[in-house]
Every structure is written in structure tokens, then in C-alpha cells.
């Protein structure tokens, strides 16, 4: 089930084995729900950024495989329970910059946690279809450097 109250910070364990971005426990993925059709990964991580909002080193913002269009919801890993928290403080119940009126963003922790578990979701063949929309998730390293698809 999600969560719907603040997000609490915990300490991280860590495991010189692992890349970067699967290094640390202390991940957090939020689920971000309310997002205008019109925004795309790449106007959302620049107004994100753009406003102080920074550990994100993965985001998908998912969209319906058969007409491409965004389905008004995204995912965000941030490489700490405190970043993800400071986030979700940030945005949670607010509008995106350029919104103007209409609902504002619901922000709630997602089901699965670190960028290995949301990339594990995926098949070749979804992939595939998301390669075809522009739709792959964007993974960042922490010098802010995408994998190029947003």
C-alpha cells in the first residue's frame, strides 16, 4: 500500500560492490500523482531542479503504450529518505510552475524503492515500447548527468 504520511530519514548502509546508484538502503521512491498531460520528463526535471529539488537519479513518468500520451502520474528515486522527504515538503498539495489553476500535485511514497527494483519492472518488450514513445526512464548520476532520454 502507498504512504500517505511525512517520510521519515533513516540512516544509510552501504556496499562498496555495488554501482553508485545501487550502493545505499536509504533510498527512496515517491510517487508523484496530478501532473498535467502537457509536462514532459524533461520540463519536469528542469522545474524540479529549477526549485531546489535535487537527489533524483531516477524518474519515469509512464505513458498509455498505445497512444503515448502521459498518464498524469511519475516516479521519482531520490538517493536519500531525507531528499525524498524535503521533496515531498516541497511539492506535495502545490502546483507546478506555468500550471495555473487546476489540481494540485499529490505526493506519496511508492510501492517499490531504489532504481534496481523500478528497472526490474520492466521487460525487454515494454522497453521496447517505451523506446518508440520517447518514454524510457532517465537515470542521474549525481553530477546531475541524465542517460539521455529525458
Known sequence: MLRQGPISSKGSRHDATQ???????D??????RNIPARFTKAHLLRDFDAHGSSGIDYFFLPVDLQTGKTK??????FR?????KQFQEQWHRKRLPNHGGGKVLDITAARMHGVAAN?????????ELLCKH??????IDEYG???GHA
Do not use: C, W
Not at 72 to 77: I, K, V, Y
Not at 80 to 84: D, L, T, W
Not at 119 to 127: M, R
Open 119 to 127: 528497472l526490474g519492472q520492466f521487460t525487454d518488450y515494454t522497453l
Open 134 to 139: 520517447d518514454a524510457l526512464p532517465v537515470l
Open 145 to 147: 548527468r541524465s542517460s
Open 72 to 77: 498524469g502520474m511519475a516516479f521519482a528515486n
Open 27 to 32: 533510498h527512496m521512491t515517491l510517487m508523484i
Open 19 to 25: 554501482p553508485p546508484h545501487f550502493q545505499h538502503e
Open 80 to 84: 536519500s529518505k531525507a531528499q525524498a
